[in-house]
């Protein structure tokens, strides 16, 4: 069974930067892509970023574009979210999401494409 353990969230004000980390256990990490979904209160889960199995390929959500980036280490099991210049639209719950499908050659941007999720943690942006 897969687990996946997000960490690095806080209270940060805007402009500032803070990097997620998500340790992957319960399967070979280095054969599925690997996403970062959010959750403000009141509204749905939204993608906001993804990175293939190899590293090679990425996709963002248009409102992180040039802000965030994602990363993996698959010798430390672990996918990565840099986050700069924050905002306080950025304000969420943050989840790390494992795909279903192995050696997908494109990052998948879809809830439906991950089956596994982590707990969350919280970011939150003081204006």
């Known amino acids: 069974q897969v687990q996946l353990v997000e960490s690095g969230g806080g209270l940060v004000q805007a402009g500032a930067s803070l990097r997620l980390s998500c340790a992957a256990s319960?399967?070979?990490?280095?054969?599925?892509?690997m996403g970062w979904f959010r959750q403000a209160p009141g509204k749905e889960r939204e993608f906001v970023a993804a990175?293939?199995?190899?590293?090679?390929?990425?996709n963002y959500a248009d409102s992180v574009t040039g802000r965030f980036t994602i990363s993996r280490d698959n010798a430390k099991n672990t996918v990565y979210l840099q986050m700069n210049s924050l905002k306080s639209e950025d304000t969420a719950v943050y989840y790390c999401?494992?795909?279903?499908?192995?050696?997908?050659?494109?990052?998948?941007?879809?809830?439906?494409?991950?089956?596994?999720w982590g707990q969350g943690t919280q970011v939150t942006v003081s204006s």
């Open positions: 999401a494992g795909d279903r499908v192995a050696f997908r050659r494109v990052a998948p941007t879809k809830y439906e494409d991950f089956g596994s």
């Open positions: 319960g399967r070979t990490f280095s054969a599925y892509a």
């Open positions: 990175i293939t199995s190899s590293g090679r390929s990425t």
